[in-house]
């Protein structure tokens, strides 16, 4: 079955620095867009980075310029390198594959994507 596995979050400082890691298995992950979203308690998910089959990549403009999205097709693992952390980032992270999902909705839509991981927290302090 489809399975997704991030890995990678923790506590840092303002400024501070992490790398996520999503692993997948159960499908052809190359074949399809994987993206990282993220969400805090009350409020919806919210699309930060996604990269296409092709390499192609979309970013929110509240990452751009700090975060890079990158895939590894040789081992089916998305990764989101995190620079200049700020309190604001501080969320429940996951990813998500579009792979049979039913519509388009665009790269940042959560609709877009029908898999999800189980999350992993990053807190950033001030």
């Known amino acids: 079955q489809v399975q997704l596995v991030e890995s990678g979050g923790g506590s840092v400082p303002a400024g501070g620095s992490l790398r996520l890691s999503c692993a997948a298995s159960?499908?052809?992950?190359?074949?399809?867009?994987l993206a990282w979203f993220r969400q805090v308690p009350g409020k919806e998910r919210e699309g930060v980075a996604r990269i296409a089959s092709d390499g192609t990549t979309t970013y929110a403009d509240s990452v751009k310029g700090r975060f890079t999205v990158s895939r590894d097709n040789s081992k089916n693992t998305l990764y989101l390198q995190m620079n200049s952390l700020k309190p604001e980032d501080t969320a429940m992270y996951y990813c998500?594959?579009?792979?049979?999902?039913?519509?388009?909705?665009?790269?940042?839509?959560?609709?877009?994507?029908?898999?999800w991981g189980q999350g992993t927290q990053v807190t950033v302090s001030s």
């Open positions: 159960g499908y052809s992950a190359s074949s399809y867009s």
């Open positions: 998500g594959t579009n792979y049979r999902s039913s519509g388009w909705y665009g790269p940042l839509s959560p609709g877009t994507y029908k898999y």
